[in-house]
């Protein structure tokens, strides 16, 4: 199980640097080009927002999967204390997970309507359902993760816990 | 504004749950918008809100400043900062916590964040201040207070979610923070001073440098020097002359200073293709964190608009006639309360979406005002009970007790006061370089 989720790790973190990295050349090619020899490129807006989408959206389930969202940890030793660690960790998983369904769909819905219009970006030409379709997926995986991970701590507490150390 | 309230509470409790702060505002702000308006309406603007923020052009800047950061980092140039300002101030009495602070605001010119910073500098600087015989509160202290720095010297990845938080340019939010850090890199010498001359035993002087030491050691570091100067020198303006014509947009000068520094790595064959892919990799995660919590903070601010609560707030300030001086100074001592407990990034979220219209309807600038709230949020990074970069220093020093450091923080923390004082009194220290742009 370990391992196996350590191999999924591993694509999305790929996706995601490489996107970065293409990011980072193409601004600094971008700059150059257009003051040296005056010939920006003109697809480097579009190209930077989907860039961004894939680099933010495709490490989203790995983050989420790892616990590692922003979160104040001021009580922790309160829980830990009280023996409710395991309770509440199951608690902010399932939460977080369930209250990111309806906005998954919604952006399923939403990336439909743009395809019914053909919405497309400016210079790229790229159907933005695409990007939209992109977004709801993740956004859905990313709950599932979640889910997954709160009934791992109801369930599976021992194995959530050799995952999580 | 009843609502807003609640809402706030409901979020505080959330988050003492320790439901990430993304979930926690994102949750209360979808139900609270729905209450307002409708479960479509609020599900529709939610989802509107995360298609957006992961496609903005302008938020590319987040992701590029901080791999800038994690690439400098890489190349090992904190060791080199360090030895380039103790080759100029290690003599001195204090003299090597005076180079920690001048090496730290280096740092922070490079590094958006205050703990990488004193994560940084603690693993370069401790170890050197040991073999001297500092003593552990005059040198845990320094770093702490040094740390500060990161998020007020530009680039600062605090100052870019308030840019975008607030619709307030981040190009100017940068050079505006300049003067204060410099400011603050002063006082901060100056503590080191008081408290060395209260106790020389704290901090011995070191070995004095030859000049052609200093020499060599400067070669070490013009690089990044350069590199700072060609990213903030690009936004400011500096080279928008013919020929050149070069002025760079904030997210153009993040790309320039993250191809920079990872050109300066590979030139220094520090870089190898899996340190690279980890720089990569550690820097699109925290991006990913940091928009889940940026699309977060925008529900909730969609919602407490919606309920009117910072109308209510400034009718409230009309009401009762308070003076605009008044209604600053309980903002900054809410500030400071909140920063007892809470961890910056945290508390800027929280607080700024109610706080900003009010403070910008009494008139002030909010160019100031986000200087003044990040220098306040640098005073709650070392204040007790949860200074966190006090924490990071315990957790990476490991044989200080937190007791000490805050203990040795105090002359620090009370420059801190003064510079904000002074800032408050004196806007024109933070506006004097942006309006220049």
Redesign the interface.
């Known amino acids: 199980m370990s391992r196996l989720l350590h191999v999924a790790a591993r694509l999305p ?2 996706l ?6 293409i ?6 090619c ?2 150059i080009l257009r ?1 040296v020899f005056n010939a920006p490129i003109e697809v480097a ?1 579009d190209m ?6 894939i ?6 389930p ?2 989420s999967a790892q616990g ?9 030793g309160f ?1 830990k204390r009280a023996h409710l660690t395991r309770w ?2 199951a ?2 998983d399932l ?2 997970g369930v ?1 990111l369904i ?2 998954a769909m ?2 399923f ?2 990336a439909e309507r743009s395809r019914s219009y053909g919405d497309v970006m400016e210079y790229l030409r790229l159907p933005l359902h695409y ?2 379709w992109f ?1 709801a997926a993740v ?1 859905a995986i990313t709950a599932a993760v979640l889910i997954v991970r709160g009934l791992g701590h109801l369930f599976a507490p021992k194995l959530m816990s050799s995952l999580n150390a | 504004m009843l609502e807003g309230l609640l809402g706030f509470a409901a979020v505080l409790v959330l ?9 926690a505002m ?2 209360v702000g ?1 139900v609270g918008f729905m209450i307002e308006t409708s479960f479509r309406a609020s ?2 603007m ?3 809100l ?2 957006d923020t ?4 302008g ?2 800047v987040v ?2 400043f901080i ?1 800038m950061g994690l690439f400098v980092n890489k190349a090992g140039i904190s060791r080199e900062l360090y030895a380039a300002s103790n080759a100029f101030l290690g003599h001195f009495r204090g003299g090597l916590a005076m180079a920690t602070i001048v090496a730290c605001g280096g740092f922070a010119a490079i590094s958006g964040s205050s703990l990488a910073t004193a994560a940084t500098m603690s693993k370069v600087a401790m170890p050197e201040m040991r073999r001297f015989g500092y003593s552990d509160r005059l040198s845990t202290a320094s770093i702490a207070a040094g740390g500060t720095l990161g998020i007020l010297i530009p680039p600062s990845v605090i100052l870019v979610i308030y840019g975008l938080l607030t619709e307030t340019s981040i190009g100017k939010l940068f050079v505006a923070g300049i003067i204060p850090g410099f400011i603050g890199i002063l006082l901060y010498l100056a503590a080191v001073r008081f408290i060395v001359w209260r106790d020389p035993e704290a901090g011995p002087a070191g070995t004095r440098t030859s000049s052609s030491e200093r020499l060599s050691a400067l070669k070490d570091v013009w690089a990044v020097l350069l590199l700072f100067f060609l990213v903030i020198g690009g936004l400011y303006g500096l080279f928008d002359v013919p020929p ?3 002025s ?1 947009s904030p ?2 000068a ?3 200073g ?2 920079g520094a ?1 050109l300066i790595a590979l030139a220094r064959r520090r870089l190898s293709l899996a340190a ?2 980890d720089a ?2 550690e ?3 925290t ?7 940026l699309i977060g903070a925008w529900i909730f601010s969609n919602f407490v608009n919606i309920a009117g609560l910072p109308n209510a707030l400034s009718n409230l300030v009309t009401a009762y006639d308070l003076p605009p001086w008044v209604v600053m100074g309980m903002i900054l001592l809410i500030y400071i309360a909140l920063g007892c ?3 910056s ?2 508390m800027l979220l929280l607080t700024v979406p109610i706080f900003f219209p009010l403070v910008t309807g009494l008139g002030y600038d909010p160019i100031w005002f986000g200087i003044i709230v990040v220098v306040v949020t640098e005073i709650s990074l070392i204040t007790p009970p ?1 200074g966190l970069n006090v924490f990071v220093l315990r957790a990476v020093v490991g044989d200080v007790p937190t007791a000490t450091i805050f203990r040795g923080v105090t002359p620090f923390w009370m420059v801190d006061i003064l510079r904000l004082l002074l800032l408050l009194l004196l806007p024109g220290l933070v506006l004097l370089l942006p309006s220049q742009m």
């Open positions: 973190a790929i995601a640097s490489l996107a970065l990295f990011l980072m050349v193409m601004t600094f971008d700059v003051s807006a930077t927002r989907l860039l961004m989408a680099m933010v959206f495709s490490v989203l790995v983050v590692g969202h922003i979160s104040v940890d001021l009580l922790d829980f509440r960790n608690f902010t939460f977080c209250i309806w906005p919604r952006v819905v939403l990007v939209g977004i956004t | 988050v003492m749950l320790r439901v990430p702060i993304a979930f994102g949750f979808m599900i529709s939610t989802a509107r995360i298609i992961s496609q903005d052009y938020l590319s992701p590029l791999l050149l014509n070069l760079f997210t153009e993040a790309g320039m993250a191809m990872f690279t892919f990569l990799r820097t699109a995660m991006a990913a964190s940091l928009f889940a919590v407990v809470f961890e990034l945290s949860v």
